[in-house]
C-alpha cells in the first residue's frame, strides 16, 4: 500500500465520517439534554430527501440544505412533542419517526418524480462541490505535508469543513457557555434546573432543536454532497451507527470526532477493499461491508468498558410533590 | 418573641405571612385555610405526619404550585409566586429532603446554575468562588468549590444545597427534613450553621418529624394535620408529648414501654463475616456477632457503613466469607447453594431496607405481596399446577386485619399504600411466619409516628415470644430504645457494643464517626 492510496482512504474516511459525525453530535445535543433519540436515522432520511427533492426542482443546493434542515426540525418538533410535552416514551417516538421517514420518502417521492423512489440525479448548482483551499496546487509539490494539504485537507465540500468545526465549537457551547451549563444539568438532574428557576421545557426543546438542525444538514450532506440525489433508504442505519458512535464517544465531543472517524474508516476500507485476499483465504465483500455493523453491535453490547448515559436520559420530567 | 433585636422598624412585619392558603389535588384536599407567621430572625419548626399537608404547603411558598386559595406576604408585602424564580427573587430559599444537584457538576458549576452572570461561565465561576469563601468564613460553610457533587458525602451535599440559597440571596431559607440522612455531629454542626444564621438576621422554617430537634433548635412550632394548621406554639411552652399528641390526634407513647429482655440460646452466631461488593470494594471487614433468642440487638451507624451489607449477606441476598450459623448449624455463603429462599427456610425472616426495592413489589397487589417468598408453600397451592389465589387472599385479608394495614383491601396494588402501611404489609409476611430470627432494616423510616408505635410493638411482641431480632437503623432514638444490646458499625466493622442502659447518643455518636475509646 503506497502513500497515495493511504491519502485514498483517509480522504474517502472524511468523506464518509462526515454524515456520522453531524448525526453523534446532534445525538449528543439531545442525549446530553436527557432526550434519547433513536430517530436521528429518519431525521437524516427525512432531510435527504427534502433537500434533494428540492435542490433537483430549485437547481440550489442552498434551499435544498434549508429545506432538508427545516423538515428535520419538523421530525425533531414531533420527537419533542411526544417525550418533552406529552411525556411520551422516547424510544416509542423515535421509531415512530423511523417508520415515518422510510414510508413517507418514498412515497412522497415516487408521487413527485415518478422514478420509482428516487429523486431526478442532481447536477451542477444542485449539489455541493468540492472546494479548493487557498494554495492547495501551489504548495502540492511539498513532499509529505503537500499532498496531505491538496488530497486530504483541500478539496472536500462545504459540510464536511462544517462539521468538523462542530467539534470544538459543539466542547466550547456544552464546557464553556451558561446555555452549555444548564444543557448538561438538564440532562442528568432536571429537577436541579428546574428548582434554580430555569425552564426544564424551553431548555429542552433548544437541544432537540439543534440537534434537528445537525441531522438536517447530516442528510443534505447525503444526497447533495456525497451522493447526487435520494434513493430509498439511503441512510442505510448511519443514525444507529451514529447513536454507537455517541455511546462509544461517552457523550463527549472530541471522542465523537475520534468514534466517528474510526467508523468513517471502516467504511472506507469497505468501500476500496472488496474482497481481501489473506493467503489463500478470500473475505468475500459482505463481510467487508458489514464491519461497520458488526462493530456497531460490538460496541452497543458494551464491549468498550463502562459509558455511563446522562442520569435523567429518557426519563419525562415530571414535577413531584 | 416578636422584634428581638431585629433590625430596627421593620421588625414588626412578619418575614412570611400566610393568610388562608388552601389546596386541593383532584379530591384530596392537601391544605385547607391554612395561616402562618414567622418573624424575621427566628427558627420556625413545622411539623406533622406524612401526607398532613407540609410538603404541599412549602412546594407552594417555593413556587412549584399555585394555590387555590389564600393569599402570601413576605416581608409584609403580598407576593405572588408561580415559580421558582419568583420564589428566589422573594428571597426565599429551599433546601429540598432529596438534594436537588447535580451530581457530575462540581460544587460551584451547582452554585451558579440559574443564576449566572451572561452566557459565558468563566465570571459568573470566579465570582461565586470569591462569594463561597466568604460565606464559609462567615457561617462554619466550608465545601471545595471545585469539588464534584458525587464525591461529596451527605452533609457537605446539604452544605452546597444551603450555599446555593445563600447565593441567591435567600432571607427566608426552607429544610425539609434536613436531619434524616445526618450522623449527630454533622447534624449538631447543621443547628450551628442555623443558629449562626438566625443571628444574622435569616428566617429559618425547619420541617421536620423529630421533635427532639424541634424542642432544641426552633423558636416556635407549628403543626400540620390532615391539611390544617392545628396549633402553633411558643417552644418554650411546649413538650414532645404535647406536640406528638396534636400531630397524631391522640396520645402517643413516645418511650417503648417494653419488659426486661430474658434471652435464651444462642441463634445467630458470625464470626469474621466479610462481604466485598461488585466494584472489589471490602464492605464488611471481618464481623463478629451473636444475637440470643428472645433479645433485640440493634446495629447502629451512619447509612452507608456495611449494615445494608450485613443485612443482605445474612437475608442470601449476597454472597460473602467467614462463618454464620443459625442454630448452632452453619449456613452456605458463597452464594451457590443459598439465597433469600434457602435463608427463609433456615427460619430467618428479612425485612429489608428498602421496602419499596425489595421488600414489596409495588405494582402487584397486596395479597400477593403478603406471600410472596412464601408462595412455594404448599398450603398456598390448590393443585400440583394451581395456586390456591381465594385462598391467599382470605389469608391476607386477615393478615392485614390483624396488622391494621389501612385499608385493609388486599385487592390494592401495594403502591397505593401509604409508606407506613406498605410496611406493615411486609412485617405481616414476615412476622406471622413465625421465624427464628428476624432482620429488620430502617422498620420505620418514612413512617407516622402512629405506625411507628404499632410496628415497634409488633417487633417487641416478636421478641417475647423468644425471637431473636437484627435490627438495624440509622435512627439513633430507635436503636436506643428498641435494643437490649447496641453495636456500633463504622467503616465494615463492629465498633463496639453497649448496653441501652449504660450509653447515650453521645458516645454512639462518636462510635459511629470512628471515634472508639475501648474496644469490645
Redesign the interface.
Known amino acids: 500500500m503506497d502513500f497515495a492510496t493511504i491519502l485514498q482512504v483517509l480522504d474517502s474516511t472524511v468523506r464518509l465520517a462526515t454524515p456520522l459525525l453531524l448525526a453523534c453530535l446532534a445525538g449528543l445535543f439531545s442525549e446530553r439534554a436527557g432526550i434519547f433519540d433513536i430517530g436521528l436515522e429518519g431525521k437524516m432520511l427525512f432531510a435527504a430527501f427534502f433537500s434533494a427533492a428540492t435542490a433537483a426542482v430549485t437547481g440550489s443546493v442552498w434551499l435544498g440544505l434549508l429545506a432538508g434542515i427545516v423538515s428535520s426540525m419538523v421530525l425533531a418538533g414531533i420527537h419533542g412533542l411526544a417525550s418533552i410535552t406529552f411525556r411520551g416514551n422516547q424510544l416509542i417516538s423515535g421509531v415512530a419517526i423511523n417508520f415515518l421517514a422510510a414510508g413517507l420518502t418514498v412515497v412522497i417521492a415516487q408521487d413527485w418524480f415518478s422514478q420509482g423512489g428516487r429523486t431526478p440525479s442532481l447536477l451542477g448548482g444542485a449539489r455541493f462541490n468540492p472546494i479548493t483551499l487557498p494554495f492547495a496546487e501551489t504548495l502540492q509539490p511539498v513532499p509529505i505535508l503537500g499532498p496531505v494539504y491538496h488530497d486530504l485537507i483541500s478539496g472536500h465540500t462545504i459540510p464536511v469543513y462544517f462539521a468538523f468545526a462542530m467539534v470544538p465549537f459543539t466542547w466550547w457551547l456544552l464546557f ?7 444543557l ?2 438538564v440532562g ?2 432536571p ?8 425552564s426544564v421545557v424551553a431548555t429542552r426543546y433548544a437541544a432537540v432543536a439543534i440537534c434537528g438542525v445537525l441531522c438536517g444538514i447530516a442528510g443534505a450532506y447525503l444526497a447533495t454532497a456525497l451522493q447526487a440525489g435520494f434513493v430509498k433508504d439511503m441512510t442505510a442505519g448511519r443514525g444507529y451507527i451514529a447513536l454507537a458512535a455517541l455511546i462509544f464517544a461517552k457523550w463527549r465531543p472530541w471522542y465523537a470526532l475520534s468514534a466517528t472517524l474510526l467508523f468513517g474508516l471502516l467504511q472506507a476500507v469497505a468501500l476500496r477493499y472488496q474482497n481481501i485476499d489473506l493467503g489463500g483465504i478470500v473475505v468475500p465483500v459482505q463481510v467487508m461491508d458489514a464491519l461497520p455493523y458488526i462493530l456497531t453491535v460490538v460496541i452497543l453490547a458494551g464491549f468498550v468498558g463502562r459509558a455511563i448515559p446522562p ?1 435523567a436520559g429518557g426519563e419525562p420530567y415530571v ?1 413531584e ?1 | 418573641m416578636g422584634g428581638d433585636g431585629q433590625t430596627g422598624g421593620r421588625a414588626a412585619a412578619p418575614a412570611i405571612e400566610l393568610k388562608g392558603i388552601s389546596k386541593a ?1 383532584g379530591p384530596v384536599q392537601a391544605n385547607r385555610d391554612i395561616s402562618l407567621r414567622v418573624m424575621p430572625g427566628t427558627i420556625h419548626g413545622i411539623v406533622g405526619e406524612n401526607g398532613a399537608g407540609k ?2 404547603l412549602m ?1 407552594i411558598l ?1 413556587g ?1 404550585y399555585k394555590a387555590d386559595a389564600g393569599e402570601i406576604l413576605i416581608g409584609g408585602q403580598r407576593t405572588q409566586i408561580p ?3 419568583a ?2 427573587r422573594a428571597g426565599i430559599g ?1 433546601v ?1 429532603q432529596h438534594f ?6 462540581t460544587v460551584l ?2 452554585v ?5 452572570e ?5 465570571p ?1 465561576l470566579a465570582k461565586a468562588r470569591g462569594v463561597l469563601k466568604s460565606l464559609a468564613e462567615d457561617y462554619e460553610l466550608n465545601v471545595d468549590p471545585d469539588a464534584l457533587i458525587e464525591e461529596l458525602g451527605v452533609g457537605m451535599k446539604q452544605r452546597v444545597e444551603i450555599l ?1 440559597a445563600l447565593y441567591r440571596q435567600a432571607d427566608i431559607l426552607i429544610l425539609d427534613e434536613p436531619t434524616g440522612v445526618l450522623t449527630p455531629a454533622e447534624a449538631d454542626h447543621l443547628f450551628r450553621i442555623l443558629k449562626n444564621l438566625k443571628s444574622e438576621g435569616k428566617t429559618i422554617i425547619l420541617i421536620t418529624h423529630k421533635l427532639r430537634e424541634i424542642m432544641a433548635i426552633t423558636d416556635t412550632v407549628s403543626v400540620m394535620r390532615r391539611g390544617q394548621m392545628t396549633a402553633t406554639l411558643e417552644t418554650a411552652q411546649t413538650s414532645p408529648e404535647e406536640l406528638a399528641e396534636l400531630m397524631v390526634g391522640r396520645k402517643v407513647l413516645l418511650r417503648i414501654d417494653k419488659k426486661p429482655a430474658t434471652p435464651g440460646r444462642t441463634v445467630l452466631e458470625v464470626e469474621n463475616l466479610r462481604v466485598t461488593d461488585e466494584d472489589g470494594v471490602e464492605r464488611l471487614k471481618g464481623v463478629s456477632l451473636n444475637v440470643r433468642a428472645g433479645e433485640i440487638l440493634g446495629i447502629a451507624g451512619v447509612a452507608g457503613n456495611g449494615q445494608s451489607q450485613l443485612l443482605e449477606v445474612l437475608g442470601g441476598m449476597i454472597p460473602g466469607t467467614g462463618t454464620v450459623r443459625i442454630n448452632g448449624d452453619a449456613i452456605d455463603l458463597t452464594g451457590r447453594h443459598s439465597d433469600g429462599q434457602s435463608r427463609r427456610a433456615r427460619g430467618i425472616a428479612h425485612v429489608p431496607e428498602d421496602r419499596q426495592r425489595e421488600g414489596l413489589i409495588m405494582p402487584f397487589m397486596a395479597w400477593e405481596n403478603v406471600v410472596f417468598g412464601y408462595h412455594h408453600d404448599p398450603a398456598y397451592q390448590k393443585n400440583r399446577a394451581l395456586m390456591d389465589n381465594a385462598g391467599i387472599r382470605r389469608l391476607a385479608e386477615e393478615k392485614m386485619e390483624r396488622f391494621d394495614v389501612r385499608p385493609p383491601n388486599p385487592g390494592l396494588a401495594a403502591r397505593n399504600f401509604s409508606g407506613g402501611n406498605q410496611q406493615k404489609i411486609v412485617l405481616a409476611r414476615e412476622i406471622e411466619r413465625n421465624p427464628d430470627l428476624l432482620l429488620v432494616g430502617q422498620p420505620t423510616r418514612g413512617v407516622d409516628i402512629g405506625a411507628i408505635e404499632f410496628i415497634h410493638q409488633r417487633i417487641l411482641d416478636l421478641r417475647d415470644a423468644g425471637k431473636a431480632v437484627l435490627l438495624v437503623s440509622v435512627e439513633l432514638e430507635e436503636i436506643l430504645s428498641m435494643s437490649d444490646r447496641i453495636a456500633v458499625m463504622f467503616d465494615g466493622r463492629i465498633m463496639g457494643e453497649r448496653l441501652p442502659g449504660e450509653t447515650d447518643e453521645m458516645e454512639l455518636g462518636l462510635m459511629m464517626a470512628g471515634m472508639n475509646g475501648k474496644a469490645a
Open positions: 464553556r457557555t451558561r446555555f452549555g451549563l444548564r448538561r444539568a442528568d438532574s429537577e436541579a434546573l428546574d428548582t434554580a428557576g430555569v442520569r414535577k410533590r | 389535588f410538603s404541599t412546594s417555593y412549584f415559580d421558582s424564580q420564589a428566589i429551599m429540598f436537588k444537584l447535580v451530581e457530575n457538576f458549576e451547582n451558579i446554575l440559574g443564576v449566572e451572561g452566557r459565558l461561565l468563566k459568573s446555593k
